[in-house]
């Protein structure tokens, strides 16, 4: 038996198995970590949802509608640069 193909042999194998044990573990350990981090992202959407479904508060609404009339008094068209520079 000539040594020369099982020699090629394992020179291009050996890589194609090391990249795939690395793609494997790395699968591996993004799964693991999505399992961690489930219950977590579950308790904050949860979260999440009960204050979107509360109401909002008589006084925060009117500090929301006194700031949206306050921005909107501001805006106003600026002055030209040559009227700055005579001013």
């Known amino acids: 038996m000539n040594a020369a193909p099982l020699a090629f042999g394992l020179a291009v194998l ?21 399992r961690a981090l489930a219950p977590v992202e579950a308790r904050l959407k949860a979260g999440y949802g009960a204050i979107e479904a509360s109401p909002i508060p008589r006084r925060l609404s009117f500090v929301i509608e006194v700031l949206e009339e306050t921005a909107a008094a501001c805006e106003r068209p600026s002055r030209p640069v040559s009227d700055l520079q005579n001013a």
């Open 14 to 34: 050996w890589p194609l198995a090391a990249g795939l044990a690395l793609v494997l573990f790395t699968k591996w350990r993004a799964a693991k970590r999505d």
